[in-house]
């Protein structure tokens, strides 16, 4: 195989959890240029990707079909002589370019029936038996039903047969420091400073955001510990209100959330010298720059979709009703993160900074 061309997840996290799969794919045939075709708003991570060669950024709106544009995106793929193609997320229609574009083999899980679509169909994981899913993308790599010859070394369970095998790369971004250094300069950073960066957003709802006031009362606890530390929050433009909450509490916290690009924000996590955040896509890119984190959960599961990264903690209370993975808590009390006190994550942080000093 000498081409292949990847659909990106329409995620940040779920497609630093693919890169693993990029990484078997060289392993396996190591003349091989990997494509990809991303959301624009995850772009910026395929781009620091090793692994990828170019990025064909879009904008096509999540949840809308527009052909037009899909066939528009197809006849300019066609030409390149694409010897197969991984279609990472289950709709339907996001494996129509692929189809379209004639690329021979086409490969991904069932998904939304994708008969004729797809013509090499890896069966959907069971819900109840969600593998970690580094994991699952990896298995793309292998012929449907195939045993995977890595394994999973975030994964909670041990399995006894695969002693021999391999474990499962996990994913890293490429960093910049002058690109640190002048996002830095941008925004009036020291980069003499200890720099702590907040993630308060989580796109999928509120059931995996911790609350702002636990954020403030962490910030409080470093400005009494570390005075000269330097806390920043970020995230999109739709988390910048609950950034401007944290704020009003806790004064030494500047918002920058939805004034960095997503590149910019790669950059200043790149930095940092700790990262405090729920679970969500900038999560995962903080452990992909290997940068000591404590990860907030709540309605989801950190077994599988954890912090891929020796140096993050993860802070779960794993009440009985959790995980629900519901968008927003279905009983109405939010307990499994108001009950994650801030002293705490704290705990966790205090010595992420103390070893950073």
Request: aromatic content about 8%.
């Amino acid at each position: 195989m000498r081409r292949a061309l990847v659909i990106a997840p329409n995620w940040i996290g779920d497609a630093l959890m693919a890169q693993p799969l990029f990484t078997l794919l060289r392993k396996l045939h190591p003349r091989i240029a990997i494509d990809a075709v991303a959301p624009t708003w995850v772009a910026p991570v395929l781009e620091r990707m090793p692994e990828i060669r170019d990025v064909y950024a879009t904008d096509l709106a999540h949840g809308k079909l527009q052909l037009l544009r899909r066939w528009q995106l197809a006849s300019d793929l066609r030409d390149v002589g694409y010897d197969a193609a991984y279609v990472l997320p289950n709709s339907a229609k996001s494996a129509l370019i692929p189809w379209m574009a004639g690329i021979r083999l086409r490969i991904g899980y069932k998904g939304e029936s994708r008969y004729g679509l797809l013509n090499v169909r890896h069966p959907n994981p069971p819900k109840t038996e969600r593998p970690p899913m580094t994991a699952q993308y990896a298995a793309l790599a292998y012929a449907p039903g195939a045993k995977l010859p890595f394994v999973d070394r975030f994964a909670q369970a041990q399995d006894a047969e695969a002693t021999d095998a391999q474990l499962l790369p996990v994913p890293r971004l490429e960093s910049d420091p002058n690109e640190a250094v002048r996002v830095s300069a941008r925004f009036n950073l020291d980069t003499r400073a200890p720099l702590v960066v907040f993630c308060p957003g989580a796109e999928y709802g509120p059931a995996k955001r911790w609350p702002p006031e636990h954020f403030a009362s962490l910030a409080q606890f470093v400005a009494q510990s570390f005075p000269y530390a330097r806390i920043v929050a970020l995230g999109s433009k739709k988390d910048s209100a609950v950034a401007q909450a944290i704020a009003e509490r806790a004064p030494n916290v500047r918002n920058l959330c939805g004034q960095t690009s997503l590149g910019e924000a790669c950059a200043l996590i790149a930095r940092a010298s700790a990262v405090v955040t729920n679970d969500s896509g900038l999560m995962h890119v903080a452990a992909a720059l290997r940068r000591p984190l404590v990860a907030v959960y709540g309605s989801t599961d950190p077994r599988h979709t954890p912090p891929l990264s020796d140096v993050a903690k993860v802070q779960w209370l794993h009440l009985e009703c959790s995980p629900c993975f519901a968008r927003e808590c279905p009983l109405g009390h939010l307990n499994c993160l108001r009950e994650l006190s801030a002293e705490q994550v704290f705990g966790d942080l205090r010595g992420m900074l103390l070893a950073h000093r």
